[in-house]
């Protein structure tokens, strides 16, 4: 019983964590058709800014406040500069954003050096959750996710931003023709979930290893999050991220890290062929 | 109100359209004919910017929009709906039609839903229905209520009679002149459905291999001896 409590907190925390990153790669795959592969790198600099601001004597929130920022204007100037050049060659784009991956890598090197970065958790210890005892910090993570997500649901769903945002996916030459801006709204999709990703970054910073390619791990995850999920709806965000965070979480407690990795890659494969569309098909889209 | 002249453009290096000229006045509505690749859509296209002009000129009651991109020309009043209607599926009416408001910049969305509604009964009960479970004629008078919420001063009709059923065919047409006569809407028709050209029309051209061949009046039409000549149909 008491496995089965902290398994299921364990999985939520890894499933927040790759919904949140998952979320911009889902954007950009469904609404631009745009394979991000520095998508990763959000993540590192959403880390790396709260690093920096407690480096400088600052608090890890005002880190998490700024990690957004960062990220988002990242996301802005690849954007700007790079991405809204090869909205029609998506080849192009992979190999592009590979290559700014690299050099997003190599600039976190040479700017904050070689070597893991310290962040300190904002709380320590353990709550009592009467069953169990869970460490404090990761709990406020899953809220601070949920709520995050909750946001960008009634985001798309209930504002006007957001009705463009799932007009443009449906059909971007008659989103245009009614009088949105689809490049506008190209630009500030693609910078949002930038933010989130710089979100998920700065949230992880206490647990994980602060690094410039720790991203890398979160965009294979996250790709195959979107994949099975199917690109460019929330529902299938959550149902991929529930899939990859879920198994990894229950295999983790029983074999080794790299075994369940593999297990879980190779289970999503044969889900991908099973249903090439992933859970919550292209039709269904933010909806 | 519309006016193109010198029009020019294709797919790559595949020329379509070979300098077209045309002009629709207020109130108005001109229907293009043509055989099948004459260029009809690929000039309905151009002119409401999914295809850029690779020359000549368009212009909007006397604004000059040819470089502009397409959602700017909807709001300077290009209304454009397209061939299979272009409705977003997934959004419900009332979505659809508020999307639709988008191209009218600066104006009382809500008021501007009201008073289409006024023309389209059906839609506004059934506003919390998804477009996507709608029939086609029913998608067509969507398609068309949506591009009236951008308050617009032309529109771009693309075959809308195209697999409806005569009954709404005729509804349509009666709807277009109408909307031609209150509101002084400039409408550019291309269609393939004769009734329909017959009931809506002010005038006629008749487009061949990516040019106006001919015009013609909407009587004209009745002799067949002329559509032979013209449409060779």
Redesign the interface.
């Given at each position: 019983m008491e496995v089965a409590a902290t398994t299921l907190l364990n999985a939520l925390t890894l499933i927040s964590i790759l919904a949140l990153v998952g979320l911009g790669l889902t954007i950009s795959f469904g609404l631009m058709n745009v394979t991000n592969l520095a998508h990763g790198e959000f993540v590192a600099i959403g880390a790396f800014s709260v690093y920096y601001i407690q480096s400088l004597g600052g608090s890890f929130w005002l880190g998490l406040m700024v990690a957004p920022l960062a990220g988002a204007a990242a996301g802005f100037i690849l954007e700007w500069l790079i991405l809204r050049h090869l909205y029609d060659r998506p080849v192009g784009a992979i190999l592009a954003t590979w290559g700014i991956s690299l050099i997003l890598q190599q600039s976190l090197e040479l700017i904050f050096g070689l070597g893991a970065k310290p962040v300190v958790p904002p709380v320590d210890g353990v709550s009592d959750l009467g069953l169990i005892t869970y460490p404090t910090y990761r709990l406020i993570l899953i809220s601070i996710a949920a709520t995050t997500l909750l946001a960008v649901l009634l985001l798309l769903r209930r504002t006007g931003f957001g009705l463009d945002i799932r007009t443009v996916i449906q059909n971007r030459e008659m989103a245009e023709a009614v009088g949105i801006n689809t490049r506008r709204a190209f630009a500030v999709a693609f910078a949002f979930g930038a933010a989130v990703a710089g979100l998920a970054g700065a949230l992880v910073s206490p647990l994980a290893t602060v690094l410039p390619q720790m991203g890398v791990n979160y965009l294979a995850n996250s790709f195959f999050v979107v994949i099975v999920g199917g690109a460019g709806s929330i529902t299938g965000l959550l149902a991929g991220s529930s899939f990859v965070g879920g198994f990894t979480s229950i295999l983790n407690y029983q074999i080794s890290p790299s075994l369940a990795q593999a297990l879980v890659l190779t289970a999503a494969i044969v889900l991908v062929r099973l249903r090439p569309n992933g859970f919550v098909p292209v039709g269904s889209r933010f909806s | 109100m519309l006016t193109a002249s010198g029009l020019r453009s294709g797919y790559g290096a595949l020329p379509v359209l070979h300098g077209v000229d045309i002009a629709v006045g207020e109130g108005e509505v001109v229907s293009v004919l043509g055989r099948n690749g004459a260029g009809k859509t690929t000039l309905l296209r151009t002119l409401?910017?999914?295809l850029a002009a690779q020359s000549g000129q368009i212009s909007v009651g006397g604004l000059d929009v040819t470089r502009r991109?397409?959602?700017q020309r909807?709001?300077a009043g290009i209304?454009?709906v397209?061939q299979g209607r272009?409705i977003?599926?997934?959004?419900t009416v009332e979505?659809n039609l508020?999307?639709?408001t988008?191209?009218?910049?600066g104006s009382d969305t809500t008021d501007i839903r009201q008073r289409v509604f006024q023309y389209f009964p059906i839609l506004k009960e059934r506003s919390g229905q998804r477009a996507g479970t709608f029939s086609g004629g029913q998608q067509q008078m969507l398609a068309i209520a949506?591009?009236l919420c951008?308050q617009p001063k032309i529109l771009l009709l693309d075959e809308p009679a195209e697999g409806i059923q005569p009954s709404i065919v005729h509804e349509i047409g009666t709807l277009v002149r109408r909307l031609a006569d209150e509101q002084g809407l400039a409408v550019l028709l291309v269609e393939q459905n004769l009734d329909l050209v017959m009931s809506a029309s002010s005038r006629c051209l008749v487009m061949d291999k990516g040019r106006i061949v001919h015009a013609i009046q909407p009587e004209d039409l009745k002799d067949e001896v002329l559509l032979k000549q013209f449409l060779a149909l």
């Amino acid at each position: 019983m008491e496995v089965a409590a902290t398994t299921l907190l364990n999985a939520l925390t890894l499933i927040s964590i790759l919904a949140l990153v998952g979320l911009g790669l889902t954007i950009s795959f469904g609404l631009m058709n745009v394979t991000n592969l520095a998508h990763g790198e959000f993540v590192a600099i959403g880390a790396f800014s709260v690093y920096y601001i407690q480096s400088l004597g600052g608090s890890f929130w005002l880190g998490l406040m700024v990690a957004p920022l960062a990220g988002a204007a990242a996301g802005f100037i690849l954007e700007w500069l790079i991405l809204r050049h090869l909205y029609d060659r998506p080849v192009g784009a992979i190999l592009a954003t590979w290559g700014i991956s690299l050099i997003l890598q190599q600039s976190l090197e040479l700017i904050f050096g070689l070597g893991a970065k310290p962040v300190v958790p904002p709380v320590d210890g353990v709550s009592d959750l009467g069953l169990i005892t869970y460490p404090t910090y990761r709990l406020i993570l899953i809220s601070i996710a949920a709520t995050t997500l909750l946001a960008v649901l009634l985001l798309l769903r209930r504002t006007g931003f957001g009705l463009d945002i799932r007009t443009v996916i449906q059909n971007r030459e008659m989103a245009e023709a009614v009088g949105i801006n689809t490049r506008r709204a190209f630009a500030v999709a693609f910078a949002f979930g930038a933010a989130v990703a710089g979100l998920a970054g700065a949230l992880v910073s206490p647990l994980a290893t602060v690094l410039p390619q720790m991203g890398v791990n979160y965009l294979a995850n996250s790709f195959f999050v979107v994949i099975v999920g199917g690109a460019g709806s929330i529902t299938g965000l959550l149902a991929g991220s529930s899939f990859v965070g879920g198994f990894t979480s229950i295999l983790n407690y029983q074999i080794s890290p790299s075994l369940a990795q593999a297990l879980v890659l190779t289970a999503a494969i044969v889900l991908v062929r099973l249903r090439p569309n992933g859970f919550v098909p292209v039709g269904s889209r933010f909806s | 109100m519309l006016t193109a002249s010198g029009l020019r453009s294709g797919y790559g290096a595949l020329p379509v359209l070979h300098g077209v000229d045309i002009a629709v006045g207020e109130g108005e509505v001109v229907s293009v004919l043509g055989r099948n690749g004459a260029g009809k859509t690929t000039l309905l296209r151009t002119l409401s910017g999914a295809l850029a002009a690779q020359s000549g000129q368009i212009s909007v009651g006397g604004l000059d929009v040819t470089r502009r991109p397409a959602f700017q020309r909807a709001r300077a009043g290009i209304a454009y709906v397209p061939q299979g209607r272009g409705i977003f599926g997934m959004l419900t009416v009332e979505e659809n039609l508020e999307v639709g408001t988008r191209a009218a910049v600066g104006s009382d969305t809500t008021d501007i839903r009201q008073r289409v509604f006024q023309y389209f009964p059906i839609l506004k009960e059934r506003s919390g229905q998804r477009a996507g479970t709608f029939s086609g004629g029913q998608q067509q008078m969507l398609a068309i209520a949506r591009a009236l919420c951008g308050q617009p001063k032309i529109l771009l009709l693309d075959e809308p009679a195209e697999g409806i059923q005569p009954s709404i065919v005729h509804e349509i047409g009666t709807l277009v002149r109408r909307l031609a006569d209150e509101q002084g809407l400039a409408v550019l028709l291309v269609e393939q459905n004769l009734d329909l050209v017959m009931s809506a029309s002010s005038r006629c051209l008749v487009m061949d291999k990516g040019r106006i061949v001919h015009a013609i009046q909407p009587e004209d039409l009745k002799d067949e001896v002329l559509l032979k000549q013209f449409l060779a149909l």
